[in-house]
Nanobody, 127 residues
Framework: QVQLAESGGGLVQPGGSLRLSCEAS????????VAWFRQAPGKEREGVSC????????LYVDSVKGRFTISRDSAKNTVYLQMNSLKPEDTAVYYC????????????????????WGQGTQVTVSS
C-alpha cells in the first residue's frame, strides 16, 4: 500500500521539543521532495519546512527558523521534523506531503500539488 504516515505528535510544554516522523510505504522517498505543513483550528494550512529530493536543500518558514530542523533518513525511508523551543502558536495538526522530483521554482513548495499526503499528527503546546 502506497502511503505516508506521520507520527511523533503529542502534548508538550512551551520550550519543549518533539520530533515528528513521516514514513513512506510502497515507494522510495529518496526520489521525492517532502514538505511539512500545519493547520491550526480556524486557520488556513501553512507550509512549515521542506527538503528537496535531488540535493536535500531545506527551506523554513520564518516563524520556525532556528527552532525546527528537517532531515531525511534514506535507510528508514523517513523524513523527520525536529521541533525545539516550541511555542503555543505551534499548536496545530502537522501533515507531511511528498512529490516526485521537486517543485518548479516559480511555484515553490507551499502552493505546489503533492502526490501523497499523510493523515496528520496533532501537536499541542500548552502548560
Amino acid at each position: 500500500q502506497v502511503q505516508l504516515a506521520e507520527s511523533g505528535g503529542g502534548l508538550v510544554q512551551p520550550g519543549g521539543s518533539l520530533r515528528l516522523s513521516c514514513e513512506a510505504s510502497g515507494f522510495n522517498l529518496i526520489y521525492y521532495s517532502v514538505a511539512w505543513f500545519r493547520q491550526a483550528p480556524g486557520k488556513e494550512r501553512e507550509g512549515v519546512s521542506c527538503i528537496t529530493s535531488s540535493d536535500d536543500k531545506t527551506l523554513y518558514v520564518d516563524s520556525v527558523k532556528g527552532r525546527f530542523t528537517i532531515s531525511r533518513d534514506s535507510a528508514k525511508n523517513t523524513v523527520y521534523l525536529q521541533m525545539n523551543s516550541l511555542k503555543p502558536e505551534d499548536t496545530a495538526v502537522y501533515y507531511c506531503a511528498a512529490v516526485f522530483g521537486t517543485w518548479p521554482s516559480q511555484i515553490g513548495p507551499w502552493r505546489y500539488s503533492y502526490d501523497f499526503w499523510g493523515q496528520g499528527t496533532q501537536v499541542t503546546v500548552s502548560s
